[in-house]
């Protein structure tokens, strides 16, 4: 089994930056497809962006494009997301997932992580 685990969300103002960490331990060969979810009170679970092993499939939500960047780090099992420019929609706890295959759909990816906070101010 895989085990993950996100850090680095917090409080910011609109238009400031934050980089969420997720570090996969255990089993790490179901670890093809690492991507971040999020899901803000009252709502589903929205898709934000996917990684593939190689980093050379990547895909974002409309709502991230050209303010979130999503990275992987293979020798340390974690992958990234840098959020700039953040907006207080982009309120929500932010999930870590993985799975075999690249998807943006959650009932896709078999492993989560606990979830990290993330609060914009406006």
């Known amino acids: 089994q895989v085990q993950l685990v996100e850090s680095g969300g917090g409080l910011v103002q609109a238009g400031g930056s934050l980089r969420l960490s997720c570090a996969a331990s255990?089993?790490?060969?179901?670890?093809?497809?690492m991507g971040w979810f999020r899901q803000a009170p009252g709502k589903e679970r929205e898709f934000v962006a996917v990684i593939n092993w190689t980093g050379g499939i990547i895909q974002y939500a409309d709502s991230a494009k050209g303010r979130f960047t999503i990275s992987r780090d293979n020798a340390k099992n974690t992958i990234y997301l840098q959020m700039n420019s953040l907006k207080p929609e982009d309120t929500a706890v932010y999930y870590c997932?993985?799975?075999?295959?690249?998807?943006?759909?959650?009932?896709?990816?078999?492993?989560w992580g606990q979830g990290t906070q993330v609060t914009v101010s406006s």
């Open positions: 255990g089993r790490t060969f179901g670890t093809y497809a």
């Open positions: 997932a993985s799975g075999p295959l690249v998807r943006t759909f959650a009932k896709d990816f078999g492993s």
